[in-house]
């Protein structure tokens, strides 16, 4: 009898029951879930990372040719006005784009802030002041010998601003400062007063990073003046 009765527990004993099951179907589905939530916020800071590497190398790119715009600003007293405009969401320098042995050209050079993008807006390079005038009075919409040329730098951008190092006298961030702080000093007997140069200008955007508040990035350029 008690060996019948062993042998009868032990096949009973055998396979998993209905609760076993449950409880194993459970835990793989957590596990599941689980995996799932990792590969997902893998995924997302991957995006992020790549979106993040974009925005500088747009950021660099920006900035680069903002570098050679200001190494080639052409000089105020050639022009007889300021090679600098600064505006509200809007930058415009004019550059020297002579050639050596050649008369003088000149380019207006636009950094302006158009629905969340900074677009670069160039002339074709410009024989005479006539031509000049009518180039920054009309900007990106004129036709004919000054049509400009439009392309995007930045996306996501909240707010450009712009000021110009003016010597002497410092940061100015209005055109209308530029232009008092480019007049020539008063003369004084038995004194050569010093020319007034910009000597750089500063570029800050303003842009979004995925929705978080927006960053601030900023570049100082030399005029080479």
């Known amino acids: 009898m008690r060996a019948r009765h062993t042998g009868l527990n032990t096949g009973l004993n055998t ?39 974009a925005r500088l190398r747009a950021l660099n790119r920006t900035f680069s040719q903002l570098d050679s715009d200001c190494a080639a600003l052409a000089d105020a007293q050639a022009l007889q006005r300021s090679p600098v405009l600064l ?34 807006t160039a002339s074709a390079p410009l024989p005479d002041t006539t031509q000049l005038a009518a180039a920054l009075q009309a900007g990106a919409t004129v036709t004919g010998p000054t049509a400009a040329t439009s392309v995007a730098l930045v996306e996501d951008a909240t707010q450009l601003s712009a000021r110009a190092w003016i010597e002497p006298g410092g940061w100015v961030a209005r055109s209308t400062a530029v232009d008092a702080a480019l007049q020539p000093p008063p003369a004084v007997a038995g004194q050569t007063p010093a020319t007034p140069v910009i000597r750089a200008v500063e570029l800050s955007l303003d842009v979004a990073t995925g929705g978080s508040t927006p960053q601030r990035y900023a570049k100082t350029c030399l005029t080479g003046r």
């Open 15 to 53: 396979g998993f029951t209905l609760i076993e099951l449950l409880v194993a179907i459970t835990l793989l589905a957590v596990i599941a879930v689980l995996s799932w939530r990792g590969l997902d916020s893998l995924m997302r800071g991957r995006d992020a990372i790549v979106s993040e590497e």
């Open 87 to 120: 505006e509200p969401n809007r930058l415009v320098l004019i550059r020297d784009r002579r050639e050596p042995q050649q008369p003088a050209q000149w380019q207006v050079v636009t950094y302006a802030l158009d629905t969340g993008r900074v677009i670069r």
